[in-house]
């Protein structure tokens, strides 16, 4: 299984970003999908989630201002980030939980981060 992620990059405080993610391979199904960011001497941390049932989970620091979706069959997903400020730069990252084809035990996926920077 693999996730690979886009759509980072440089935009001005108030602007906005639409970060992408698709889950390749060989698997059953795709349980949840969400971002995570990370900054230098900080912990990863959650941004949004969104469960096989399409509901949102976003963290207080973005709500309001970012919304996560995602496909049809739950793949792929969006983060949909506006009213951008400084504090939202970070790497990005891309997370799956992802039952296996014939176990179906469930694994977690990371894509490659994807950075975002705003500058004020």
């Known amino acids: 299984v693999q996730l690979q992620a886009s759509g980072g990059g440089l935009v001005q405080s108030g602007g906005s970003l639409r970060l992408s993610c698709v889950a390749s391979?060989?698997?059953?199904?795709?349980?949840?999908m969400g971002w995570y960011r990370q900054t230098p001497g900080k912990q990863r941390e959650l941004v949004a989630r969104?469960?096989?049932?399409?509901?949102?989970t976003l963290s207080d620091a973005v709500r309001g201002r970012f919304t996560i979706s995602r496909g049809d069959d739950g793949n792929p997903v969006y983060l949909q980030m506006d009213s951008l400020i400084p504090e939202d730069t970070a790497v990005y990252y891309c997370n799956a939980e992802i039952s296996a084809r014939y176990t179906l035990r469930p694994s977690s996926y990371w894509g490659q981060g994807t950075q975002v920077t705003v500058s004020s």
């Open positions: 969104i469960s096989s049932a399409g509901n949102p």
């Open positions: 391979g060989n698997f059953f199904r795709i349980n949840a």
